[in-house]
């Protein structure tokens, strides 16, 4: 079974319908093994209060969300466990550690990290990190 590394953007599309929620949705539903590092958690729980408070979504749904993202068949790991290799990716690309642990997972697992975040890509597309990370709009 191949792995996929999934970041809190990826996500986020799928539960909220925005721009490629229809590729977000068949990742978070497919044979596929679906990996990330333990930040996930928070960053969806985050991005989940702001859209309530926002009043884009009540209470109710809120807490519904973090039900449904909790219940995601995705494997976690911790991230003390990726911080020195992503600490060394933040400072080799200029990104930030955040991203960088989801890389760091995808380059551990010999796999490829999906996101929404079309400038990560490009600003890894010249390197050799480029193999392990790919736009949600190029998942088919």
């Known amino acids: 079974m191949k792995a996929r590394v999934l970041d809190a953007s990826v996500v986020a599309a799928a539960f909220f319908q925005e721009p490629h929620a229809k590729a977000g949705r068949s990742l978070l539903t497919s044979k596929l ?7 996930i958690v928070a960053e969806l729980a985050n ?3 702001k859209r309530r408070s926002r009043g884009e979504i009540d209470a109710a749904e809120a807490r519904d969300l973090l039900r449904d993202f909790l219940s995601l068949p995705l494997r976690l790991t911790a991230s003390d466990s990726l911080a020195e290799a992503a600490l060394e990716l933040a400072m080799r690309t200029g990104r930030t550690v955040y991203d960088s642990l989801y890389l760091a997972l995808a380059v551990r697992a010999r796999s490829v990290m999906v ?3 079309k400038r990560l890509v490009n600003s890894l597309a010249a390197t050799p990190l480029a193999k392990h ?4 709009g190029n998942i088919g």
Do not use: C, N, Q, S
């Not at 093994?33 to 930040?39: D, G, K, N, Q, V």
């Open 47 to 49: 991005v989940i209060w």
């Open 115 to 117: 996101t929404a975040d």
């Open 133 to 136: 990370v790919a736009w949600i």
């Open 33 to 39: 093994e679906l990996l990330a590092p333990e930040l």
